[in-house]
C-alpha cells in the first residue's frame, strides 16, 4: 500500500539521505539540492519550512519517494527539490507531484526546477506541465587530480616596457 504525507521533523536525516543518495546520480540530479546529507538535512531544518512544503511517499513501510520546494514567499518562486523516486516505484511521479502541487501556497505563482540533463523524469514532468526552458546551463566541474592533464604554460617576465601599463594612475 502507498501513503503519502507532509514530513515530519522526525523524517528529516531520512528524507535527507535519500535525496543524497539520489542526488548523486545524473538521471536524479537536481541541481541546488545537494549530495551530502547532513548539509541537506541542515539547510531543509534552517531554510525550508518542510513540514508544509515536502512530500513523502511509503510502500509497505519504506520510504520511495520525495518531493518538495523551496519557497520565496515575497517573489512567489519556489525551486522545485525532486522528483526523487526510487527506480521500482517511477509510475508514483505523477501523483507525487499533484500531492506537492496541492500544498503550493497561493503566493507561489512560479516553480523552478534545475535539473541535470540525464534527469528524464524531471523533464518529463517539465514537459507534461508546460514548463519552459530558460537556459542550457552548465555546471562545470575541475578536480585537482586533473591537473595532469593540464597543458604547462611558461611564465613571462614583465619586461621594462610594460611597467607603465601596470603601474596605478
Known amino acids: 500500500m502507498l501513503t503519502f504525507a507532509l514530513m515530519q521533523q522526525d523524517e528529516i536525516n531520512q528524507v535527507a539521505e535519500f535525496i543524497s543518495i539520489r542526488n548523486r ?43 518538495g520546494f523551496d519557497p520565496d514567499i515575497e517573489s512567489g518562486v519556489a525551486e522545485v527539490w525532486g522528483p526523487f523516486i526510487e527506480e521500482d516505484h517511477l509510475s508514483i511521479v505523477d501523483e507525487l507531484w499533484e500531492e506537492m502541487m496541492r500544498i503550493l501556497p497561493n503566493d507561489i505563482s512560479s516553480l523552478h526546477m534545475f535539473p541535470n540533463k540525464k534527469n528524464r523524469t524531471a523533464y518529463k514532468i517539465g514537459e507534461k506541465y508546460k514548463f519552459t526552458k530558460h537556459t542550457d546551463q552548465a555546471i562545470l566541474v575541475f578536480n585537482n587530480s ?16 610594460y611597467y607603465s601599463e601596470m603601474e596605478k594612475p
Not at 33 to 48: L, R, W
Not at 146 to 161: I, Q, W
Request: proline share 5%; glycine share 6%; charged share 25%.
Open 25 to 67: 546520480v545524473e538521471e536524479n540530479h537536481i541541481g541546488y539540492c545537494g549530495k551530502d546529507t547532513s548539509e541537506i538535512a541542515q539547510y531543509i531544518k534552517e531554510e525550508i519550512p518542510y513540514t508544509n512544503s515536502f512530500v513523502t511517499a511509503y510502500s509497505k513501510g519504506q520510504l520511495v519517494g520525495v518531493i
Open 146 to 161: 586533473d591537473t595532469r592533464l593540464l597543458v604547462e604554460s611558461p611564465l613571462e617576465e614583465l619586461t621594462p616596457e
